[in-house]
Structures are given as structure tokens and as C-alpha cells.
């Protein structure tokens, strides 16, 4: 595996589930984000992670949970969403401090039943 | 409070003519601009970018411009591929804050035969 991927590709959940999106990247980056990308609205950074510690947390809900084990990991733990949550959550990683040089994985299409 | 704004959501172009996306900001403070494309099922990937400091930038047949009076930037690709059908993102960020980068909403370009 090459670059920045993400599993699962579509997640359909209802609102009492549980479940965790997984991005790795093989680049050797030490820096990893997750964005959230709704229908029609522009993309939003929600996590920044650098080292593995949290650098930025734009006023994401709590019902959103990261996780940075290591420089190549990244989860999304997701627990008692809303239907509004549901969009396209894409994973991307970039040297530190290089945040415009980031390459993307292909994105979780999630679903809020 | 939607600080880089991309006002065409979709545009249509004959396959060897120019096309011409549109990007406006408001943020005084971006100093690095950039435009990312994405495919279906693919996370956007970057192509071009542009430093505050120039108001030009070429890359074979993609080309930035930045007006930064206007606090405008644009993507001209010409002559214009059908294989460039595909969603383009604009982006800023300031580098005071290499934490932060903010996208339009995109604009889909299809290129005809």
C-alpha cells in the first residue's frame, strides 16, 4: 500500500452505534488531519495532529473522538451521531508545519440513519 | 463564516478551449493559495499552488493567477482535456497559522469531446 488510505470506503451507522474510521499513511509524514466535506459546502478541518499529539480541534462535537497511536495512524471514533454528521471524511498527512503539502486518502462516505 | 468562496459550482467547456475557475477569499491574512482537484471515489490531490509574493504561477497547461487587491485567485487550463473533468478546490492559509487551511466548496468541471 501507497500514499494516505482510509477504511472503511462507506459506513452506514445508526444513531446508538459505535464506530471507529481508520486512516494510514505510508509517506513517512508526522503530521496527519481529519476533514470533514458535506454535501456542497467546502471542506472543513476538524483534527490536526502533529507527533501524535493534537494541535487543533475546531470545535468539533464530542461525539467525534480522535485518536493518534502513532505518526502513521489515525482513527475517527464515532459514537451517537446525528444524521447531519453524515458526509464524505477524508484523512490526509503532510510533514509538520507543511500543512499545504498534504496529500489525501480517498475518504469514508458515512451515513447517519 | 466561509472565508474562501468558489461562487460557480459547476462549469462546462468544450474539449481544446480555456477554462476558467474562480476563486475569491476574504481573509487579509492568506498568504498561500492553492487549487486541488478531485476525482470520483478519490481524495482531492494537489496540482497547483500559489505564493502570495507572485501573482502568476504555470504549470504546463495550468496556470494561477492571484489579484490581491481583488483578493482573487483563478485556474485557467488550457487547451482543456476531457480527463480534467473533475471537482476543483481552492484553498488558503496564512502562514502564521500552518495549522489552518480553508477550501471553497469546489466548482465541477466537465470537459466535452
Known amino acids: 500500500e501507497t500514499g494516505v488510505t482510509q477504511t472503511p470506503r462507506h459506513l452506514v451507522m445508526g444513531m446508538t452505534n459505535k464506530k471507529s474510521l481508520k486512516c494510514e499513511q505510508h509517506l513517512g509524514h508526522n503530521a496527519m488531519y481529519w476533514y470533514k466535506q458535506s454535501a456542497k459546502k467546502p471542506l472543513e478541518l476538524m483534527f490536526v495532529?502533529?507527533?501524535?499529539?493534537?494541535?487543533e480541534n475546531n470545535s468539533v462535537p464530542s461525539r467525534f473522538s480522535p485518536e493518534c497511536p502513532n505518526s502513521s495512524h489515525l482513527f475517527l471514533h464515532l459514537h451517537t451521531l446525528q444524521p447531519e454528521d453524515s458526509a464524505l471524511y477524508l484523512c490526509a498527512s503532510s510533514q509538520t508545519g507543511r500543512l499545504y503539502e498534504q496529500f489525501f486518502g480517498p475518504g469514508t462516505r458515512l451515513t447517519v440513519l | 463564516d466561509q472565508q474562501v468562496k468558489q461562487n460557480s459550482p459547476s462549469l462546462s467547456v468544450q474539449e481544446g478551449r480555456i477554462s476558467i475557475l474562480n476563486c475569491d477569499y476574504t481573509?487579509?491574512?492568506?498568504?498561500?493559495f492553492l487549487w486541488y482537484k478531485k476525482y470520483p471515489a478519490e481524495g482531492p490531490t494537489f496540482l497547483i499552488s500559489i505564493s502570495s509574493i507572485k501573482d502568476k504561477n504555470e504549470d504546463g497547461r495550468f496556470t494561477v493567477f492571484l489579484n490581491k487587491s481583488a483578493k482573487h485567485l483563478s485556474l485557467h487550463i488550457v487547451p482543456s482535456q476531457p480527463g480534467d473533468s473533475a471537482v476543483y478546490f481552492c484553498?488558503?492559509?496564512?502562514?502564521?497559522?500552518?495549522?489552518?487551511?480553508?477550501f471553497g466548496a469546489g466548482t465541477r468541471l466537465t470537459v466535452k469531446p
Open positions: 484553498a488558503a492559509s496564512a502562514s502564521s497559522n500552518n495549522n489552518d487551511m480553508r
Open positions: 495532529y502533529n507527533f501524535k499529539e493534537q494541535t
Open positions: 481573509n487579509s491574512m492568506f498568504d498561500y
